[in-house]
C-alpha cells in the first residue's frame, strides 16, 4: 500500500472508531427515545459511511458484515422495523463486533480469530431477522443494450465486419444534466480506437426554435476494441436516460442493422449510406437486408417495431423520473448538528505547545532584561509582546482542550451493561459535558473514572429491593457532573446510594493504626481514609466490599495528574467523590516568590494574596504555626523550613503568600515576592520523585530552575500540623 | 461581448473570444443568428476559443447550416486547440470545408 | 493544471482515497465534508465535476445538487452520486435533481475513477 494511501487508511481507522463510538451513544439515546428520526439516522448514516469507506480500502470483512447492519437500519429508517430493546441489544453488540473488525482487520491487517468468526455468525443470524426478504430487488446498472434475442424473422447472416457498431442520439436534456456527449467519445476511444464516426445533427431545428442548451446530436460510430459488451455499453451509461443508444457487436446479424436503421429518426437511406460509407455495413448487404426486411414485415408501411420499443422504454423512465420526484418532495432535509474538525496529529500539537513553551520562556527572558535595562520604549514593546505571546499560548493549549462528555457518555454504556450485570436499574445523569481540559488530561482520567463509577454502582447504589425499603425509587441515580473551578476542572462522581459507613471505616483506621485510639477525626476525613492503600476489606465494610480495593490506586493516578480526589458521603443519601484536576499540564500562571537564592513558583490561581509579616507577627511565628488573619487562623509553612534554604542576612523583611486549596487555607512564609510569571512545566525527574511539596521545575527567563511548589500537599502539610498541635494541646489539657 | 465583428470590404469578420460551450451557448448563439441574418459573407476568427464543448459544437453547426441556407458563405479561419480537438473528434472538418492549419508539434501533442 | 473535481463526502478517509486516486490521473481536487460545506467551494473557481455523497450531515446530497443547479455558474457542472446499492431510490432522487451520473459504494479507486473519466479526461 502507497505512503498516501496507508495515511488514508489511518484516518479511516480513527473515523471508524468515532463513528462508532458515536453509533453507540445514539443506540443508547434511542432506547430513551425510539422515534427519534434524527438519531436513527445518524445511526444509519455512521453504519453507511464505515461500510463505504471499508469498500474502498478492499476491507472485504468490514463491509460484508456491515452491510448486514447498514440494511437492518434502513429498513428501521424507513420505519419497516420497529425499535425493541431486543434490537437496541443486538445492534450495540454489533457495534462492538465492528469495532473489533477495524482493530483487527484495518489496523492490524489481520483475520477474525475462532471465537470472532463465531460471534459475527451468531450477530448475522440475529440480524436476519430484522432484515427483508432477501430476494430483495437489486438494481440492475447496466444500460439497456440492444437483447440478444434474435429476430423471427431469420432474413439474413451476419455482417462481415469485425467492429462494433455504435449508434447514439443523445437525450435532449444531456448538456443541461452536465453532461458533453464529446466526454463520452472521448473516454470511449481510450477503450479501443474510433474506426469513422459520423456527427448526426439533422434533428437540430430551425434557428429561431434551437434551444442552445439542448442537445441535438447524434454520432455512427464504427468502433474497434476487445472490450466487451458491458464496457463498452457503460461509457454511455449516464447518457441513458432520454438518449437512444445502440451497440452491435462485431459480426451482428444483418437483421438487427437493418432494423437500427429503421429505429432511428432520420431517412433510412440517409443511414444505410452512412453505415456503408463507414464500412459498417457493405452496399450488398444493405441492400439485401433491406429488401428482405420488406418482404418478410408486415406491409404497414413505416412501422418502426423497435423505435416502438423504446419510446415505450422511456415512457417507462418517464415515470420512474415522476416518481423520484414525488418521493424527493416527500422527504425532509436531514438536520444535524455535527461540528466541523480538521484531524490534527497529536503530536503535532504537542509539538507546536512545546515550542510555545520556549517562546514563553525566552519572552519572559526578554522581559527581565527590558526591566533591568528600564528602557521605557523597549518596555512597552515586550508588554505588548507578551500579551500577544500569552493569547498564543492560550490558544495552542485550547487547541488541546477536548470537552469531557465524550468520556462521560462512553459509561452510559458502562452503567447500561454493569446495571444489568448486576441486575440493578440505574440512571446515569450528565452534566457539564461541554467543560472543556486539556487531552492529556482526559485520556488519563478514563481509569480513575471507571474504578470509581463501578464501584459507586457495585457498592453504592443498593438493591432496588433495599431502595424501596428505605423509601427511595427504586431506580438508582448516578451522577457524572463536570465544572471549572480557578483554574481547575472539579469532576463528580454521585451516587444516591447508602454512603458509607462511617464508623467502620473509623474502627478499620484504627485496627491499622491510621488513627490513634484516642483521636476522632471529623468525618470527612474519615471517609477520605479509603483512599488509604490497601484500606479496606470486605469483612471490615460489609456494605461497601470492595469499594476500597484499588481506590489507592485511583489516588495515585490522579495525584500523578496534580490533582486530588475528595469523598464525602451522607448515610443513606449517597457518596460524592470529587476529583479536581489542572486544566492543563503544560503551562500554568505562576507567582515567582524568593527564599533565600532559590526561587519557587505558585499556581497563581490558588493564590489569594500577600501580605507582609508584620514584626509582631514575627515574633509570634516563632511560637505557633499560625497567623492571625483578620480574625482568622491562618496555619503556615516557612518555605526556608521546609526546604532547608539558607538564609542570607537575618533581618530580611518576610512575606506571607495565602493560599488556598479545596476549601483549605495556608501561608507560606518566604523572603521575596517576585511577581507573577508564566511557568512552562518541566517534569522533575524521577529521582525527586520523593520530595514533598514540588510538583515541577521551570526555567526562568534568567536561564536559572525554579521549583513550583505543591500547594496542595503544602497546604495539607500546614493544616495537618496545626490540627495536630491543637489536638495534642487539647488531650494533654484533658489528661491535666 | 464575446464575439467582435468588424467589416472589410463587404465581407463580416467576426472574432469569438473565450469559451463555448453550455455556459454561453445561449447568448453566443442569440449573438451569432443576429450576424448570420445579415445577408452578407463571413468570416468567424476562432483562435481565441479557450473551450468548446458539444454546445459549442452545435452553434457552429447551426451557423454553418443557416448560412447556406441564407446564400451566404461562412468561413472557419484561426481554429485554436479547442475548437480543432472537437472537430477532428467529430470528423466534421470535411463539413465545415475550411482549411485547417495544424502545426506538427500540435498534432504530435495529441 | 488538470480539470478540478470538487469531492463532497462527510468521511475523511472517502475524501482522501478518492482525492489520491484523482491526483495520481492527473486532476485537481478539492474537498468539502458536507453540502453546506461544499457550497462554500463552489465561488468562482472553475469546478469541471463534483461527486458528492448522498448522506451528509448539515446537507444531504440531494439538496445539495439541487443547490448547485440553482446556481449560474455551475448549474451545468457533471454531477456523480456516491449511491449504495440498497439506495435505488436515493439514486433517483438525485436523477431527478440533476446528478444523473452514480457510483455505487463501496467503490474502488479505478471505478471511482472511470467514472470521472467517462465524463472528463483529465
Excluded at chain 1, 465492528?98 to 440480524?127: F, K, N, P, T, W
Excluded at chain 2, 451557448?25 to 449573438?31: Q, S
Aim: aromatic share 4%; net charge negative.
Amino acid at each position: 500500500m502507497s505512503l498516501d494511501l496507508d495515511q488514508a487508511l489511518q484516518t479511516y481507522i480513527a473515523e471508524a472508531r468515532e463513528l462508532l463510538q458515536d453509533m453507540e451513544d445514539s443506540l443508547l439515546r434511542l432506547e430513551a427515545d425510539p422515534s427519534d428520526a434524527d438519531t436513527i439516522g445518524a445511526i444509519f448514516r455512521a453504519a453507511h459511511t464505515i461500510k463505504g469507506s471499508a469498500g474502498l480500502f478492499g476491507l472485504d470483512p468490514i463491509v460484508s458484515f456491515t452491510h448486514i447492519v447498514e440494511d437492518v437500519l434502513d429498513r428501521v429508517r424507513d420505519g419497516d422495523v420497529v425499535i425493541e430493546a431486543n434490537l437496541i441489544a443486538v445492534l450495540l453488540e454489533s457495534g462492538d463486533h465492528m469495532l473489533h473488525l477495524v482493530d483487527v482487520v484495518a489496523a492490524q491487517g489481520g483475520q477474525l480469530d475462532a471465537e470472532a468468526i463465531a460471534r459475527e455468525s451468531g450477530l448475522r443470524i440475529r440480524l436476519q431477522d430484522y432484515q427483508a426478504n432477501q430476494d430483495s430487488s437489486k438494481s440492475n446498472n447496466v444500460v439497456q443494450v440492444e437483447t440478444e434475442a434474435s429476430f423471427q424473422s431469420s432474413g439474413g447472416g451476419f455482417v462481415e465486419t469485425d467492429n462494433w457498431h455504435i449508434s447514439l442520439r443523445f437525450g435532449e436534456n444531456v448538456m443541461r444534466d452536465g453532461m458533453d456527449p464529446l466526454s463520452f467519445l472521448r473516454y470511449l476511444s481510450t477503450l479501443g480506437e474510433i474506426v469513422s464516426i459520423t456527427t448526426m445533427f439533422d434533428a437540430l431545428p430551425p434557428a429561431d426554435k434551437m434551444d442552445a442548451e439542448s442537445c441535438y446530436l447524434g454520432f455512427e460510430i464504427d468502433f474497434k476494441s476487445d472490450a466487451d459488451k458491458a464496457t463498452i455499453a457503460g461509457v454511455f451509461e449516464f447518457a441513458r436516460e432520454g438518449s437512444l443508444i445502440h451497440i452491435l457487436p462485431p459480426h451482428s446479424k444483418l437483421t438487427e442493422y437493418i432494423d437500427l436503421i429503421r429505429s432511428f429518426p432520420e431517412n433510412e437511406t440517409r443511414l444505410g449510406e452512412i453505415l456503408v460509407s463507414t464500412g459498417a455495413l457493405t452496399q450488398q448487404e444493405l441492400e439485401d437486408g433491406l429488401s428482405e426486411q420488406q418482404t418478410s414485415t408486415r406491409s404497414d408501411g413505416s412501422t418502426t417495431p423497435l423505435g416502438e420499443i423504446l419510446v415505450d422504454q422511456r415512457s417507462v423512465e418517464h415515470e420512474v423520473v415522476q416518481a423520484a420526484l414525488d418521493k424527493q418532495t416527500q422527504s425532509k432535509d436531514s438536520k444535524s448538528k455535527e461540528n466541523r474538525y480538521i484531524r490534527v496529529h497529536a503530536d503535532k500539537l504537542d509539538e507546536l505547545i512545546n515550542m510555545v513553551g520556549e517562546l514563553v520562556i525566552a519572552g519572559a527572558g526578554v522581559s527581565l532584561l527590558a526591566q533591568r535595562v528600564s528602557d521605557n520604549g523597549l518596555q512597552e514593546a515586550t508588554s505588548v509582546m507578551s500579551g500577544l505571546v500569552e493569547e498564543i499560548r492560550d490558544g495552542a493549549l485550547r487547541l488541546r482542550m477536548v470537552p469531557i462528555g465524550e468520556t462521560f457518555s462512553r459509561f452510559q454504556r458502562v452503567v447500561r451493561d454493569v446495571g444489568r450485570e448486576l441486575g440493578k436499574d440505574i440512571e446515569l445523569v450528565i452534566t457539564g459535558a461541554e467543560t472543556e481540559l486539556d487531552k492529556t488530561v482526559v485520556e488519563k482520567i478514563g481509569d480513575p473514572l471507571m474504578h470509581l463509577v463501578r464501584n459507586a454502582m457495585d457498592h453504592g447504589i443498593e438493591s432496588a429491593s433495599i431502595r424501596q425499603a428505605v423509601g427511595k425509587p427504586a431506580k438508582g441515580t448516578l451522577r457524572l457532573n463536570a465544572y471549572h473551578d480557578s483554574g481547575s476542572i472539579v469532576i463528580e462522581i454521585v451516587d444516591d446510594g447508602g454512603g458509607l459507613n462511617r464508623d467502620r471505616i473509623l474502627q478499620k483506621a484504627r485496627e491499622r493504626g491510621l488513627i490513634a485510639p484516642n483521636v476522632t477525626p471529623p468525618d470527612s476525613e474519615i471517609y477520605n481514609m479509603i483512599f488509604e492503600a490497601g484500606f479496606s476489606t470486605a469483612e471490615a465494610i460489609t456494605n461497601l466490599s470492595g469499594r476500597g480495593v484499588g481506590m489507592d490506586v485511583v489516588k495515585r493516578n490522579i495525584t500523578a495528574l496534580r490533582g486530588t480526589v475528595s469523598l464525602d458521603s451522607a448515610v443513606g443519601q449517597g457518596t460524592t467523590v470529587s476529583i479536581r484536576l489542572p486544566l492543563t499540564l503544560a503551562i500554568i500562571d505562576g507567582f515567582l516568590v524568593g527564599v533565600g537564592k532559590s526561587s519557587y513558583i505558585v499556581p497563581l490561581d490558588m493564590v489569594q494574596e500577600c501580605i507582609e509579616l508584620s514584626e509582631k507577627d514575627r515574633q509570634e511565628t516563632r511560637e505557633r504555626s499560625y497567623l492571625n488573619l483578620r480574625g482568622e487562623v491562618l496555619p503556615f509553612v516557612k518555605l526556608r523550613d521546609h526546604f532547608e534554604v539558607e538564609s542570607i542576612g537575618g533581618s530580611r523583611r518576610e512575606n506571607v503568600v495565602v493560599v488556598s486549596c479545596a476549601g483549605q487555607k495556608a501561608g507560606l512564609v518566604v523572603d521575596e515576592l517576585m511577581g507573577e510569571f508564566q511557568t512552562v512545566i518541566k517534569p522533575l525527574g524521577k529521582i525527586f520523585s520523593t520530595l514533598r511539596g514540588i510538583s515541577g521545575s521551570t526555567i526562568l527567563g534568567s536561564g536559572e530552575v525554579a521549583l513550583i511548589l505543591d500547594v496542595p500537599s503544602l497546604v495539607h502539610q500546614a493544616v495537618n500540623q496545626e490540627s495536630q498541635k491543637v489536638s495534642t494541646r487539647q488531650l494533654s489539657h484533658s489528661v491535666m | 461581448m464575446p464575439i467582435s465583428s468588424r467589416n472589410n470590404n463587404g465581407q463580416s469578420l467576426l472574432h469569438i473570444e473565450g469559451d463555448m460551450t453550455i455556459y454561453t451557448a445561449a447568448d453566443m448563439k442569440d449573438e451569432l443568428m443576429n450576424h448570420i441574418a445579415q445577408p452578407c459573407d463571413r468570416e468567424i476568427d476562432l483562435s481565441e476559443v479557450s473551450e468548446m464543448d458539444s454546445a459549442g459544437l452545435q452553434i457552429l453547426i447551426l451557423a454553418k447550416r443557416d448560412s447556406e441556407r441564407h446564400g451566404t458563405s461562412l468561413r472557419l479561419t484561426g481554429h485554436s486547440r479547442a475548437v480543432l480537438d472537437v472537430l477532428d473528434m467529430c470528423n466534421l472538418a470535411p463539413y465545415f470545408g475550411d482549411p485547417v492549419v495544424l502545426s506538427c508539434n500540435e498534432k504530435k501533442g495529441q | 493544471m488538470g480539470k478540478a473535481i470538487l469531492i463532497v463526502d462527510d468521511s475523511a478517509s472517502v475524501r482522501q482515497v478518492v482525492s489520491i486516486a484523482l491526483k495520481g490521473a492527473g486532476y485537481d481536487v478539492i474537498e468539502g465534508c458536507d453540502g453546506k460545506d461544499a457550497l462554500t467551494k463552489l465561488n468562482g473557481q472553475k469546478i469541471h465535476l463534483i461527486i458528492s455523497d448522498v448522506n451528509m450531515p448539515n446537507m444531504d446530497g440531494i439538496t445539495f445538487v439541487k443547490e448547485v443547479k440553482k446556481l449560474a455558474n455551475y448549474k451545468f457542472t457533471p454531477i456523480i452520486m456516491l449511491t449504495t446499492e440498497s439506495q435505488e431510490g436515493k439514486k433517483q432522487e438525485g436523477q431527478a435533481a440533476g446528478a444523473k451520473a452514480w457510483v455505487v459504494k463501496p467503490f474502488q479507486p479505478a471505478q471511482m475513477l472511470a467514472a470521472v473519466s467517462k465524463l472528463i479526461l483529465p
